[in-house]
């Protein structure tokens, strides 16, 4: 899809334009310079080098030379005229004086013949492009047959003085600069104008496909919703085997409104659970949700562990606007604006009965038994999470996400801070409760309302409430990126215990990476009655 990487793509295309034409104006004055000079044929000073006119090396030659080729990317033609450029500093060094001084002449031709053949004009003269690119030609050659040691051949020096008469014909037809700059300015002009419009093309795409639920997705909650309300009251209900709210189990949390992405999430914990009896998970969903996903568990129960599902309706004791004082002005992604994924800054109310929860993102794999959580020392801390940027990414700073020109948060926070990931995290609700840090969250995001302090989205305002009070999971329990980045590591991917799929490409959606389905696929059964009923297949 041309959505993805479209901005990437577009703001290479607007930097090439710009290095190309402060390189072709670069090359435009060494036209008029050299074609400007009293005498062609240049001194040679000692150890035969030119002097009385410019001297361009031959990785400057190459580089202005090729910058011509406007088909050539920039960045393509720094490495590429490196490697060339030494071998041939090396064959003409070993060329006699006079001969290293001709083949510098040559190839100083060639980029003035390849500057007049880029911007001659269609209604021009068409004998003269065929006379350049015959002497291009007639250079090129006698240039690739000279070799170290070996002195030019006579008819090489008639091609060079061939060159030169069809030079000053070329000065004559094109005498100034001023066109070529005109031309360029208008190139520059209209492809900036065509950028911007595939940009917001893209960023459009992009997020419909991000936003729009599959079709099969539709159908299947559609058909859940449809038989949840066809059953009895007490057909409604999941079987009580014991308190969902022992302490001396393990709790699993997730927030969402994505069934099938619940049910992977869940078979994935009971696969790689050692001892699936001690789980115990809780799903927490939207009203309009709520038929669907627990239509689904009901008919596919992850036994033996037991699970709860609830409706945010059912939480009394939120705010009574919760639901839409997410929503803003001109933002419409989901994940920005879901009061879902703000409910986790009310996990001790959520649970008041728990020590311990695990809040698992909808959008991962579980991969390992991840029982040993509940055993890791948190030193007095509230939240157990990755640290994003021990690689040393600056882009992973808490700059990045919060408003450092307010004072408020200047005053009070580590600007090169590292962002901790959500996704997968332990929380210690003891301590939570002991903090206070569901108020200082209600108090921050009643100060992000009156005034910009954050980028949008849960994770920022996040990293202010869990600052100080997060300690860092090995980077082995969670592997991020697979809705994004297509260089993780197949060995990163499944020495991992959690893989997520941050990002844009969700592991349900078409314009997701291929390399990374699998691992989300095998743990849902497309030979389900409901998936085969809505044409939901790998």
Request: aromatic letters at 10%; one cysteine or more; charged letters at 25%.
């Amino acid at each position: 899809m041309r959505a993805v990487g479209g901005g990437a793509a577009g703001r290479k295309e607007v930097t090439a334009l710009w290095l190309w034409l402060l390189l072709i104006a670069t090359a435009c004055g060494f036209v008029f310079l050299l074609l400007n000079l009293p005498d062609h044929h240049s001194r040679s000073g000692p150890g035969g080098e030119r002097t009385g006119g410019p001297h361009l090396s031959a990785k400057d030659r190459l580089q202005i030379g090729d910058v011509m080729k406007l088909n050539v990317l920039p960045e393509e033609i720094e490495g590429h005229a490196d490697v060339i450029a030494a071998e041939e500093d090396e064959r003409i060094s070993r060329s006699p004086p006079s001969t290293k001084e001709k083949i510098w002449m040559m190839q100083d031709q060639l980029i003035m013949a390849r500057a007049y053949l880029q911007f001659a004009s269609p209604h021009g003269s068409t004998h003269l492009i065929r006379e350049l690119k015959m002497r291009m030609k007639e250079i090129e050659r006698a240039i690739s047959h000279s070799s170290g040691g070996s002195r030019l051949s006579g008819s090489a020096l008639q091609k060079m003085k061939a060159m030169e008469l069809t030079l000053s014909k070329a000065q004559r037809a094109y005498p100034h600069c001023s066109h070529m700059a005109s031309k360029l300015r208008a190139m520059t002009y209209n492809s900036e104008e065509l950028v911007r419009a595939h940009q917001t093309e893209s960023s459009f795409l992009e997020q419909v496909a991000v936003r729009t639920l599959p079709k099969g997705h539709h159908c299947l909650a559609m058909q859940l919703t449809s038989e949840y309300f066809s059953l009895d009251s007490k057909e409604r209900e999941f079987p009580k085997r014991f308190s969902m709210l022992m302490g001396d189990l393990n709790h699993y949390a997730i927030f969402s409104d994505n069934v099938l992405a619940s049910a992977v999430v869940i078979n994935s914990t009971i696969a790689a659970s050692k001892n699936p009896k001690r789980v115990v998970f809780h799903i927490v969903t939207d009203a309009l949700s709520f038929p669907a996903m627990k239509m689904w568990f009901l008919t596919n129960p992850p036994s033996p562990a037991p699970i709860q599902i609830e409706s945010l309706d059912e939480l009394k004791w939120l705010p009574a606007d919760f639901s839409s004082r997410f929503k803003q002005k001109g933002i419409r992604d989901p994940r920005y604006t879901s009061a879902l994924n703000h409910l986790r800054f009310y996990l001790p109310e959520v649970f008041p009965s728990l020590s311990k929860v695990l809040l698992l993102d909808h959008d991962v794999v579980v991969q390992k038994d991840l029982s040993r959580l509940w055993e890791i020392d948190m030193k007095g801390k509230v939240n157990g999470a990755l640290e994003t940027c021990s690689s040393g990414n600056g882009y992973n700073r808490l700059d990045n996400l919060v408003n450092f020109s307010d004072p408020s948060i200047t005053n009070f926070f580590d600007a090169k801070a590292c962002i901790y990931a959500f996704g997968m995290n332990i929380f210690d609700l003891k301590e939570w409760r002991n903090k206070g840090l569901t108020a200082t969250y209600d108090k921050w995001f009643q100060a992000g309302k009156r005034r910009r302090l954050w980028k949008v989205g849960s994770l920022p305002v996040g990293q202010l409430v869990f600052y100080n009070q997060t300690v860092p999971l090995d980077h082995r329990w969670h592997v991020l990126g697979l809705g994004r980045n297509g260089n993780t590591r197949r060995e990163e991917i499944e020495s991992a215990a959690v893989i997520h799929y941050s990002g844009n490409l969700k592991p349900w959606l078409e314009i997701s990476l291929p390399k990374y389905r699998d691992y989300w696929n095998r743990y849902l059964n497309y030979d389900n009655t409901y998936l085969q009923q809505c044409n939901i297949h790998r």
